[in-house]
């Protein structure tokens, strides 16, 4: 048999093979029937299962029954289109051998309306036999997917030994004549023929799938601004914080050359003061040192039983003794802690001023 095209693969993500029966989740991802059922059975004790590809959760209720996962699943869309192209793709890649002879040849073509692989000899006496000179027949080596499931039809929903060839949009069935003209659906509205409800469904959905792609582009114009305004609000974000940091670094440097500048005018304060109290203290000093050795001489001279000499010391002496006592009362009258004064208004403004330093808001104040 000649080699055939690369075909499309449809293997379910869960199973690895050939999807049977795919069904479309919410996510849209395709997994077999048996194998959602799987996952909804391995995983009802170990929370909410999820879709094997996305991990999309499944179901959004508490389902432990093996009834409700049956019916759960049933009520997922089943992806018809994707399952006869399974089919197809296994058709084209499954034996090689001829259908209908018995010498085993390989086929080399094959016949849509027989559904039927025939080798080179086959093929011939295929097309010269009247009941089937006019099928249609495809070499292996151009035969594709899509070009067979175009040709594969459906069983009537109620007979499926016949072909369906009408569609009822009431009941959503494919069905046959017989059900048309004394079956389920001899008394439905809207009942056509399948090439016709194929090609107004196909009108439908394409219309369908233009409202969605303008949705599409809709939401992805809102994630678009969405990812503008994100940018935006990190860059405006980014310049409160660095306003806020060098707000409060000129503040803070400000403050600390307040703070030196008045721990500087203390200190000089203070160097003048204890400058000044040395200098008193060492005049105090001198005069208790004077005041004493003048206890000492008057001592002397109380002692002294002369009063010739008595006299005539305190002549002399009278007046240092005042000039002593004099000095003590000019230091006295020297500068005290008391005349240095802080004045703590501006520093309480400073702290009132630091308390209310700004405040982050929504929107910026309405002007009055």
């Known amino acids: 048999m000649a080699e055939a095209k690369p075909v499309q693969s449809f293997n379910c993500p869960v199973c690895h093979k050939g999807l049977k029966e795919p069904k479309i989740l919410t996510c849209t991802h395709l997994v077999c029937r048996e194998c959602v059922l799987s996952i909804l059975k391995k995983k009802r004790r170990s929370g909410k299962p999820g879709c094997p590809v996305c991990q999309t959760p499944l179901i959004t209720t508490d389902t432990q029954d093996q009834d409700d996962f049956d019916a759960f699943v049933d009520e997922l869309p089943t992806d018809h289109a994707t399952g006869v192209k399974v089919e197809c793709q296994k ?13 085993s040849s390989e086929a080399e073509s094959f016949c849509f309306e027989c559904n039927t692989k025939l080798c080179s000899t086959c093929t011939k006496f295929h097309s010269k036999l009247p009941s089937t000179s006019n099928h249609t027949v495809e070499k292996f080596g151009t035969l594709r997917v899509e070009q067979l499931a175009a040709k594969k039809c459906f069983p009537c929903s109620a007979h499926k030994e016949e072909t369906a060839k009408l569609y009822c949009s009431v009941h959503e069935e494919l069905f046959c004549h017989p059900c ?36 599409e582009a809709s939401l992805s114009a809102e994630i678009k601004d969405c990812d503008s305004q994100v940018t935006e609000a990190e860059v405006k974000f980014a310049e409160m914080r660095n306003k806020v940091i060098t707000v409060f670094s000129d503040l803070i440097k400000s403050l600390e050359n307040q703070k030196q500048k008045l721990l500087g005018e203390i200190r000089q304060k203070e160097q003048i003061f204890l400058d000044e109290k040395l200098a008193n203290k060492e005049e105090l000093e001198a005069a208790r040192s004077s005041a004493e050795a003048h206890v000492n001489t008057i001592d002397m001279l109380l002692s002294s039983e002369s009063h010739h000499a008595l006299l005539a010391t305190c002549v002399r002496l009278n007046s240092r003794l005042n ?33 209310v330093t700004g405040e982050v808001r929504d929107a910026p104040p309405e002007e009055v």
């Open 180 to 215: 048309a003209t004394s079956g389920s659906h001899r008394k439905c509205d809207g009942i056509e023929e399948i090439t016709s409800a194929a090609e107004s469904k196909r009108q439908e959905l394409q219309e369908q799938k233009t409202r969605l792609t303008d949705k």
């Open 323 to 355: 000039e002593v006592e004099s000095l003590e009362a000019d230091i006295a009258d020297d500068a005290t802690i008391g005349d240095v004064y802080f004045e703590e208004k501006m520093l309480n403004g400073l702290k009132s001023t630091a308390a």
């Open 91 to 103: 058709t084209i890649t499954g034996s090689s051998l001829c259908a209908v002879c018995d010498n």
